[in-house]
């Protein structure tokens, strides 16, 4: 199966500072990557999504850049302010049927 | 547009003991998904529904876990008899066809087996 892995496991950055998550996946046949934000108490929000066709994609201040070759994705928040603290989770799947989960990265910014 | 609902929010019962979680995914989302999160983890599958039929429940420890989604809409996740290691918050999912990517996660429910 799948195996995702996801660095660093926490973060901490000054606001207005750029954070960057990064994730490895095994499986060549994935091809939907989506990131999901977690508040506490709350269950995962997707925050953004690249597709396998796709080698980079942005929304304001986040922006996901895949490299299939290598068979890794990052998430990339520039502008970061103390409400972007949460954890993070990338994830990978074939078309969306499983998702397979990283670990997590627990993202603080210090005001 | 609603969100995905599961109730109850919290929930602590005795090793051995029955448990069982609800979920009322979006209207007209076709898949559904169980998944645990173990504390510090990422959510690992359970379950996943197309509809009333099961995808993939190869990672639902059969045993002690039963799900069902009778009419295609809200389902059921089932623990019996629950064991310590069961404690973790349970997350359901929907996305509007299998395929179509997008998985949208309710609240969960925070089951503790003491």
């Known amino acids: 199966g799948e195996n995702v892995e996801q660095h660093p496991s926490t973060l901490s950055v000054q606001e207005g500072d750029s954070a960057v998550i990064k994730c490895t996946y095994s499986d060549s046949a994935s091809n939907y990557f989506p990131w999901y934000k977690q508040e506490l108490g709350k269950g995962p929000q997707l925050i953004i999504d690249i597709r396998s066709n796709v080698g980079e994609k942005k929304d304001q201040r986040i922006a996901v850049t895949l490299n299939k070759t290598a068979k890794h994705f990052s998430l990339h928040i520039t502008e970061t302010q103390p409400e972007d603290s949460a954890v993070y989770f990338c994830?990978?799947?074939?078309?969306?049927?499983?998702?397979?989960f990283g670990t997590g990265t627990s993202l603080t910014v210090i005001p | 547009e609603a969100g995905v609902a599961q109730s109850p929010r919290y929930k602590i019962i005795e090793k051995r003991q029955s448990v069982a979680f609800w979920c009322n995914p979006i209207s007209g989302h076709a898949t559904l998904y169980w998944y645990q999160q173990i504390l510090g983890q990422g959510p690992k599958l359970l379950i996943q529904f197309q509809n009333n039929g099961v995808v993939d429940d190869s990672q639902l420890p059969k045993d002690r876990f039963s799900a069902e989604r009778l009419k295609g809409v809200d389902s059921t996740l089932k623990i019996q008899p629950a064991k310590l290691e069961d404690s973790a918050v349970y997350l359901c999912?929907?996305?509007?066809?299998?395929?179509?990517?997008?998985?949208?996660f309710g609240q969960g429910t925070r089951l503790t087996v003491v």
């Open positions: 999912a929907s996305s509007w066809l299998q395929g179509a990517a997008e998985a949208f």
């Open positions: 994830a990978a799947s074939r078309g969306g049927n499983q998702f397979y």
